[in-house]
């Protein structure tokens, strides 16, 4: 598996700082600080629209489950009440598709759809039974119970915050309101049957606008912490469970484990078929010849015979390459501290290797972390253009840490369909996580976070064994 550096990772080669660097696409440059631009902000009228429509919809959608669920309940006794309460479900996970499609429009968040309703057959009863078996349906239903007291709450804090920010703020431009029509000066802070205090000067009126503005500004961030209650609300509840989740995520990654393992198979195959077996091939021809030539011409049979001995030194060495392309037998032996100093001593530039462990991880473990020094090592060589490189090798708790870093030209990027790519592929089939930083001009550090499985120590006197045993 190769990767590159720079214009290979795919990242464009326009220079910084240039109009069409990709590290400024996309990026829009306000002359005011995010604070004062919120109040006016398209993100702060979303926010808000989203609280002022959760109050009626949150209404709606409680009375509905609360009257299905309790005539459901209380139909229980008759052959009715399974399948009213079956409906009452159903119209609540048809509530939940609304709300999130008005969490995707209004907040922004993408929550992906529960699971579906498993029936093993066709027919009215077995969907009574998959209505009424779904955790997704009682999670839509706990939504509808639990969404209007917190609907309630944003929808009254929301208004009182944004009315009074606006209308203070405003006041400079209504006050006259009061003279005019009302006989008062201004707004009454106090009064009783003898004193009466009004906001009518220059000074209260000014005082008055800057509180205004202190709550216009103040509201937006209000209305966001408000929202993000929401936003919990809709994630947890109307989106898949943990183990649904939990499940996909297995399955996507057995499916990138089964083509890693394919993509291996056909490597080994295709470096087999070029390589030592073509060679094989010859020298098996070679030989023939050699034989035949043998009591004709012996010297030019062991001239042959020699070039067929250098053809099998090549092919062993080919045969060598390949086995510890597909598992090292040093690190079998010896672990990753020599199998790692192995693999960096064929680096084309100097490279430190310190790895800090007390026993062994899985082989599994063992391997993809040798692996992944072995790849990214590799891309020094060819790619990076660097003078130094460095890999560390230690634990953090239940994690296997592992970094690469080097002074090249930087520009790696994870994204794009490198090779890089490919390899947070294999590391997140095993619950692994890859982190590039790679800034353009250097220098590169790719940090790999594998799962610790305990696997084999040595002992003192050079016997392996289980760790714990």
Known sequence: ????????????????????????????????????????????????????????????????????????????????????????????????????????????????????????RQGFTAWLGAVLKSGASWRSLLYAVLHLPWATFSFVVSVTFWTIGWSLLTYPLWFWVFPVYAGQGGIQLYGDGQHRIHLDNPFEITVTALIGLLF????????????????????????????????????????????????????????????????????????????????????????????????????????????????????????????????????????????????????AIEGIAYFTVSELLQNISKHARATWAAVEVWRTENRLMVQVEDNGVGGADVSGGSGLAGLAERLDAVDGILVVNSPAGGPTRVTAELPWRAGRTRRPGGEQRLSGE
Do not use: N
């Open 1 to 120: 598996m190769a990767t590159e550096y720079g214009q290979g990772y795919g990242l464009d080669s326009t220079p910084a700082g240039h109009p069409g660097y990709p590290g400024r696409a996309g990026e829009r440059r306000h002359r005011l600080p995010a604070v004062l631009r919120a109040p006016v902000g398209g993100r702060i009228w979303r926010e808000l629209a989203y609280v002022l429509l959760s109050l009626p919809i949150s209404i709606l959608l409680f009375t509905y489950a609360v009257t299905m669920v309790s005539l459901g309940a209380g139909l229980l006794v008759t052959f009715l009440g399974v399948p009213v309460l079956a409906a009452g479900l159903a119209g609540c996970r048809g509530f939940g598709a609304l709300e999130r499609a008005r969490a995707r429009g209004l907040l922004g968040l993408d929550v992906v759809e529960p699971e579906p309703l498993r029936m093993k």
């Open 216 to 363: 216009t500004l103040t509201t937006p961030w209000i209305v966001r912490a408000l929202t993000m209650g929401d936003r919990l609300l809709v994630h947890g509840l109307l989106g898949p469970s943990r183990l649904v989740t939990r499940v996909v995520e297995l399955e996507s990654d057995r499916g990138a484990v089964v083509d890693t393992a394919a993509a291996d198979l056909r490597r080994i195959e295709r470096d087999l078929h070029d390589g030592a077996q073509a060679r094989l091939v010859a020298l098996a021809m070679d030989l023939g010849l050699a034989k035949e030539k043998l009591r004709e011409d012996p010297r030019a049979a062991a001239h042959m015979v020699d070039e067929a001995h250098g053809e099998v030194k090549t092919a062993l060495q080919e045969l060598r390459d390949l086995a510890r392309g597909i598992h090292p037998a040093v690190l079998t032996d010896r672990g990753l501290d020599a199998a790692l100093s192995s693999v960096a001593s064929r680096c084309t530039v100097p490279v430190r290797v310190e790895v800090d462990l007390t026993e062994r991880p899985a082989p």
